[in-house]
Structures are given as C-alpha cells and as structure tokens.
C-alpha cells in the first residue's frame, strides 16, 4: 500500500512539472516564436525569430516551400541563409516589419535552392509602412522569377529582388541585391535610407524608385552589370523638399518617365541625369512653392543629357512653368534634348522643341552653362517671361540657340 501511494505521488508530481513546463513554452510562444530547422509557409502571426542555425554559411537554415506572410515582427539573425523554392516569396503585411540586421562578416542570405539549375523565386515584399523595417548587411538574389504586386494597378508589377509597395517604408543599407530576371530594387513607396549597397547582374536597372526617392541616394553605392547601371527614376510627381546629389563616379540617374515637380527641387554639383526618348522634367507652380535650383561648379558641373546615344535618341527637355526667382541653373549642361514640342504660352502655335523652355510669366536665370546639340532649339521662352542668360555657350542646336520673345 505504502508503495502504491509513493508511485501516486512521483506521477502527481511529474504531472505537475509538464504542466508548468508546457504552461511556460505557451506563454514564451505568445511573445516571439523561434523556429528549429524547418520549412517556411504561410502566415505568421505572431513575432517570428529565425535564428542561425548552421555554422557553415553555404547551408540553408530555412526552405521555404510557400508563400511565406509576415503579420508581425520577423527578426532575423546575423548569418541565416534562407532558400526559396521556384516562384516562392516573402511578405511583409501592413501588419507586420522585418529586422534583418546581419554583419559583414555574417551577412543574412535570401536566395534560391537551386542555383545552378536556374531556379528563380518570386521576391521580398514590403507593404508595411513601419519605419522599423531594415535591411543592413544582407544578399537578396535570384528572385523576380514572376511578377510581385506592387501598387494599385496591374501595370504597376514588376519581376524584382525586392519590391517596396506604395506607402511602404525601409532603409537598407551594406546590401547586394543581385542576379534578379527583373529589378535589382523596385521601389514605389520611400526609402528611409539608402547607403553602401551594391546591385550587380540583375535584368532590368539595379533600383528603380519614384522621384521623390532621388534625394534619399548616397554616393557610395555601386552598380555593374545591370540593364541600367545606375538610379531609374521612372517618373512621378514631386510633391516634397528633395536634395538630389551626385552618385557614385559617374554613376547617372536614368530618368524613363516625365517628372513634373511641385516643390522646392535641389540638385547639386556633379550629379548627372540620362533621359529615355521623349521625356522631360516640367517645373509646376501647383502649390505655389515650387522651383528647380541646379548648382554645379567649373569642375563639376549638373549634366542633363540623353540615355541612349547609340541609337540617335532625343529627349524632350527641361520646362518652367513658376516665377519663382529661385529657378536658377549655374554650371550646367543641357544637350541632345528638343526631340519634340513642350507645351508653352496659351496658344498651341507656341509649343516649341527646345532643350530649355519657360513659359508665360515664368523666370529662369541660366549661368556658365552650355546648352547643346538640340534637336530644335536651345532655349525657348514666351515673350512675358523673364530669362537671365549670363556666360551661356551654344553649340550645335539644330534650329536656333534662342527664341525669347514666342
């Protein structure tokens, strides 16, 4: 009997133990979820931590076998690799962020399980507006197998590494971003920071962002082997205060839509801008504060130019459309634009091809500049607008230098 009641009591008690135990690891589970070596899909709700699990930096920590939706926090540690099965991706809902903070000697890896067979993924999504959400020290490559949604409408999706929705946010920073069948970056909601990262191989331009992103873009990254080696600006309206500054070496930004600007714009000495056929740069007066300041120096002066010499191609040009007396160009060159009519003065008889155009009451002042190779005309300006042309050289302009009083 004694005995029968010493083995009730050692049971009770190791009832009590797992109970606690199992207590404990839901409770623990509520706050963060850390996963052993596993597949990834589906949705997570809760934080998530993904943890290295490997030493050997060539071992996958993690497959993911299915779309994989973040709802919360993901954390994820320094030296984890990641592989995505063909066409897999990884999202961040509006609900959640991600923090992939690695180091430079343990980088976190996105990448593909199959690599030498050609195997592509989706992509990373971002949709989360969290100013938390970083990307520092990681390699995002072999995605943009298929389109990512990104955006309201079906033309807006791309095949990209990492897409950044509309009213998304990220900074990333110390980042390759590489060998994608479609953008390196594509990034239609804004970049907090942007800093030493490095776009190699992929398809289509290397990063590609909306205009108000152009002021975000530091001089130390670097591009090779890319469609376009450089910043795509595919367009947009400027609505916020930008500083846009030169890239690195002579690294362009590749302007592939028009950009009309709405608010105080200012770019600095050596930056460098390659337009695609036909487009141009219109200064608005919408919301009665807008104007373009572009301060070069002798040695390195703002370059606006075509994107594509090789072809023949044009671009439309540069317009002013404010009287703002802040519209200033000093050491610049403007060439190879006029390819056809900017819309100036009330009247479509007025509409010239120029690489400079102002427009009725607007105000330009243009210093130590060369205005070139034009297709039509230099400068354009409707005969009630006030144009400052001071140390200006003309050189092969197709239909004239200037024609001031239109």
Not at 15 to 23: D, L, P, R
Not at 119 to 124: A, E, F, S, V, Y
Request: charged residues 20%; contains cysteine; proline residues 2%.
């Amino acid at each position: 009997m004694k005995l029968k009641t010493f083995l009730n009591f050692i049971l009770a008690t190791l009832i009590s133990v797992t109970f606690y135990s199992c207590e404990d690891l839901v409770e623990d589970a509520e706050d963060e979820l850390d996963l052993p070596d596993q597949t990834l899909s589906g949705s997570y709700d809760q934080d998530l931590h993904l943890v290295n699990i490997f030493d050997d930096p060539a071992v996958a920590d993690y497959i993911v076998v299915g779309s994989v939706d973040i709802n919360a926090k993901v954390t994820i540690d320094p030296g984890v690799r990641i592989e995505f099965e063909e066409d897999e991706d990884f999202r961040i809902s509006s609900d959640g962020y991600i923090e992939a903070i690695g180091t430079e000697d343990e980088p976190i890896v996105f990448t593909s399980t199959n690599i030498p067979g050609g195997i592509h993924w989706k992509g990373l999504r971002v949709r989360s507006s969290d100013m938390r959400n970083i990307l520092e020290h990681v390699v995002v490559e072999y995605a943009g197998n298929s389109n990512t949604s990104l955006g309201t409408y079906s033309s807006q999706n791309r095949q990209v590494n990492i897409g950044v929705d509309d009213g998304a946010r990220i900074s990333v920073s110390n980042t390759q971003i590489r060998n994608s069948k479609g953008y390196g970056m594509y990034v239609r909601g804004s970049l907090l920071e942007h800093e030493a990262n490095h776009y190699a191989d992929n398809s289509s331009a290397g990063v590609s962002v909306h205009v108000r992103n152009a002021g975000v873009m530091d001089d130390i990254s670097t591009f090779s082997g890319n469609s376009v080696d450089g910043v795509e600006i595919y367009g947009g309206t400027l609505e916020e205060d930008i500083v846009v500054s030169k890239l690195s070496g002579n690294t362009p930004y590749y302007v592939s839509s028009d950009i009309g600007v709405e608010a105080p714009l200012i770019i600095t000495e050596g930056a460098r801008f390659e337009f695609a056929e036909d487009v141009y740069i219109s200064i608005e007066d919408g919301s009665g504060d807008s104007y373009m300041q572009v301060s070069g120096t002798q040695n390195m002066p703002v370059v606006f130019t075509r994107a594509n010499p090789e072809a023949g191609q044009y671009w439309r040009g540069i317009r002013y459309r404010t009287s703002d007396n802040r519209n200033t160009m000093d050491y610049v060159v403007v060439e190879y634009a006029g390819n056809s009519n900017m819309s100036i003065g009330p009247y479509s008889s007025q509409n010239r091809s120029a690489n400079v155009a102002v427009d009725s009451h607007s105000f330009l002042s243009l210093s130590n500049a060369v205005i070139s190779n034009s297709k039509a005309l230099g400068v354009a300006a409707i005969s009630n607008a006030t144009l400052s042309l001071e140390n200006v050289t003309f050189e092969n302009n197709q239909q004239g230098d200037v024609e001031d009083d239109v």
